[in-house]
């Protein structure tokens, strides 16, 4: 099974007054540390979509990194212009690049849930909620593209014929958007 990542970077990170992407943890940008998630995980490619801020090739290497220039439009702009680069896959494992401190772990069970049960959309849960990254098949990407900017993510897993794992996880990073400077105290150590 191909199964590539897309990182979905371009949000202009204005609650959090500095780019989102480029904040440092443990040595390294967020947008890396997800980078590194996605590769350990066996995702490849691993696309990064950045727009309101520019990311410097060397923050995500070895990533492929597209700028969306709609990016003000909405994030499925930019799930579209990644799609859009990322090539034939059989899917792809959709991550924000506000949640870098996501376990390893729960990466690695996704991709392995996914390639048991290629046609279905795989969410982590954590306390009974669904969370982020989550892996979305083939099948989803032409209704991914056709999407108008204004839509979500959710308005395309509500389609009738979408079928929604979730794998139950120890992780409650996958619930937890940093958007904000105070936010930034609940990364473990």
Known sequence: MNLGALVLAAGASIRMGAPKPLVRWRERSFVGHVVDRARAAGCDPIVVVHG????????VAPAQLVANPRWAEGPTTSLQVGLAAAGPLDAVLVATVDRPHVAAATWTRLVEAA???????WQPRFDGRR??????????FPHALALPADATLRDLLARGDVVRCTLDVDDPAVLDNLDTPGDLARLPE
Do not use: F, K, Q, Y
Request: charged share 15%.
């Open 115 to 121: 390639r048991g049960r290629p046609e279905a959309v």
């Open 131 to 140: 969370g982020h990254p989550l892996v979305v098949p083939a099948w989803l």
């Open 52 to 59: 309101a801020h520019a990311i410097a090739a060397s923050e």
